[in-house]
């Protein structure tokens, strides 16, 4: 049975069977930008390689891949690759605070800061009590450790080979 999985922005998520975890995993991805913050991730690889290179043609059709590849879907496409990196009450309490104002601004904060790399873009206001509260239910650390997580080169590799698995699969294929 399919269940819809939520994000913000009223983004939905397919998702097989009854596994809550993969929910709220799903939803963190979604809430997280988690596309979007991997282009810009392989868009600045890309300004770093000669544009002649094999690997920058590679890195270009991963962008454009990227690109056409909503956040609801890459989340779905690469939560296999990400299911060990937080607990589902963990990936609840982030998301619940990425649906927030604040979250949000965050988030914000961060694919600006990946879209000028070397700029010092000021750090936004954040809700005191939201953010005191997010900091003492382990929503902060477990952000943090999150995004280590997803940064790490051996993950964004199992993230490309999903995303690659999923351009080009064939018309009909169930996964």
Same mark, same amino acid.
């Given at each position: 049975m399919a269940m819809l999985v939520m994000g913000h922005a009223g983004n939905a998520v397919a998702q097989e069977g009854?596994?809550?975890g993969n929910r709220q995993l799903q939803r963190l991805l979604i809430d997280y930008h988690i596309a979007q913050i991997m282009q810009l991730g392989v868009q600045r690889g890309i300004a770093q390689l000669p544009p002649s290179s094999a690997q920058n043609a590679v890195l270009l059709q991963?962008? &454009?891949? $990227?690109?056409?590849?909503s956040d609801a879907t890459f989340a779905e496409i690469v939560t296999p690759s990400l299911r060990d990196c937080i607990?589902?009450?963990r990936a609840r309490v982030v998301a619940d605070f990425l649906e927030t104002g604040s979250g949000q601004a965050l988030i914000a904060w961060v694919i600006q800061s990946f879209q000028h790399p070397g700029q010092a873009i000021p750090r936004?206001?954040?809700? &005191?009590? $939201?953010?005191?509260?997010?900091?003492a239910s382990g929503g902060s650390a477990a952000l943090k450790q999150f995004s280590v997580c997803v940064n790490d080169p051996a993950r964004q590799q199992q993230m490309a080979v999903a995303?690659?698995?999923?351009?080009?699969?064939?018309?009909?294929?169930?996964?």
């Open positions: 009854a596994s809550s991963m962008s &454009r891949q $990227l690109g056409m590849t607990s589902e009450d936004p206001d954040l809700d &005191r009590n $939201l953010a005191q509260s997010f900091e995303l690659v698995h999923y351009a080009t699969r064939q018309p009909g294929d169930a996964n």
